[in-house]
């Protein structure tokens, strides 16, 4: 595979799974952590949403950017370990 068909996969690999990480995060409040407060300061300030008119659609951007971080931290790692793995079992 060539190397913009794997960039666009991982885009949209990266964008669906942060989606449906949002989608199940919104339907289960309790299940997930709760992050500290500056991670929320910080995005208010990244959005330039400051007004309680706008608290759902600053929601909606919250879950989304920290679905988004989080999806793409755990697709790293899953890389890393997919393709160090082979050198780890080989080592052995």
Known sequence: MNRSAKFILTVLWLV??????ALIWSKNLDV???LPEW??????????LHGSE???????YYMLIVSFV???LLSA??????KGGSKVISIR
């Not at 991670?39 to 330039?48: A, D, F, M, N």
């Not at 790692?77 to 997919?82: E, G, K, N």
């Open 77 to 82: 790692v899953a890389i890393l370990v997919w």
């Open 16 to 21: 669906f799974a942060a989606h449906v990480y």
């Open 54 to 60: 706008d608290s759902e659609q600053l929601t909606v």
């Open 32 to 34: 997930f952590p709760q």
């Open 70 to 72: 989080a999806v793409s």
């Open 39 to 48: 991670v929320g300061v910080r995005i208010v300030c990244l959005t330039g």
